[in-house]
């Protein structure tokens, strides 16, 4: 096996033919690593799409995607993903529109479509127009917003569980244990220029790795008694007492 994916066709005069068939429907085509993308007037999506299933002979809709650019005027692009079975290639089909302009509705040339717009409506809030039932379809009914929008929130605006009170499932507002907090990724090692708490506990010192803390201070040592002049000895055993009860023979009396 030479290589790790499945073989397609060359992309050799793929768009020349699909700019020839498209006419004034195409806006430019490109291809980039080994993909040809064909971006067309949003005007002229049912037209394009006929064009390419019955003249260039793309005959599946394998997939419709959503793409999110907040920086553009027409700030979602849909995807069109054909595949031809008969020419063992693949080409992707691009149309730009807002959340207020319609995209004309794929569902007359491939009926599958009406899912996938869905879903697109569903994660981008993208209309389409002529789509028979025109619903959400991954999330659930109510649902606040369109979760693949670059500016909806991680947390979403209603979090679901179940209520022992009620005994059944409810939807509140987001109620996050903490805020959110500022996160500095700057090595330690650099110096951060941040204070943690307890840090005001100690003083301040030069950026860089901290200095190693002092030692204690160690005890006192003790003062020994020196040795006497004379060693004391003895020169009897008389003088040790040995063997008697009271050496001195009076008893104990002083």
């Not at 693949?90 to 959340?99: E, G, K």
């Not at 700057?186 to 301040?204: F, H, Q, R």
Request: net charge negative.
């Amino acid at each position: 096996m030479t290589s790790p994916h499945p073989k397609f066709a060359s992309n050799d005069g793929v768009i020349d033919a699909a700019t020839a068939a498209l006419g004034d429907r195409l806006i430019h085509a490109q291809e980039h690593v080994g993909e040809i993308s064909l971006f067309v007037r949003r005007e002229a999506t049912v037209e394009a799409l006929k064009i390419l299933r019955d003249d260039l002979a793309y005959q599946q809709l394998m997939e419709i995607a959503g793409v999110d650019y907040p920086d553009r005027e027409d700030r979602f692009e849909v995807v069109y993903c054909l595949l031809s079975l008969t020419r063992n290639h693949r080409i992707r089909m691009h149309v730009a529109t807002d959340d207020v302009k319609p995209v004309p509705s794929a569902t007359a040339v491939w009926p599958v479509a009406g899912w996938l717009e869905r879903e697109v409506y569903d994660m981008y809030g993208v209309l389409f127009e002529g789509n028979p039932d025109l619903r959400r379809i991954l999330t659930d009914y109510g649902f606040r917003g369109h979760p693949q929008r670059r500016d909806f929130p991680l947390t979403g605006y209603v979090e679901l569980r179940y209520s022992e009170e009620h005994k059944r499932v409810v939807y509140e507002p987001v109620k996050l244990a903490q805020d959110f907090r500022s996160f500095d990724f700057m090595s330690p090692w650099e110096g951060a220029e941040y204070i943690l708490p307890g840090d005001e506990k100690v003083a301040a010192q030069e950026p860089g790795a901290p200095t190693p803390a002092p030692a204690k201070d160690a005890p006192a040592p003790v003062a020994g008694t020196p040795p006497p002049a004379t060693p004391k000895t003895t020169e009897s055993p008389a003088q040790t007492g040995a063997g008697k009860a009271d050496p001195g023979g009076d008893g104990g009396k002083k």
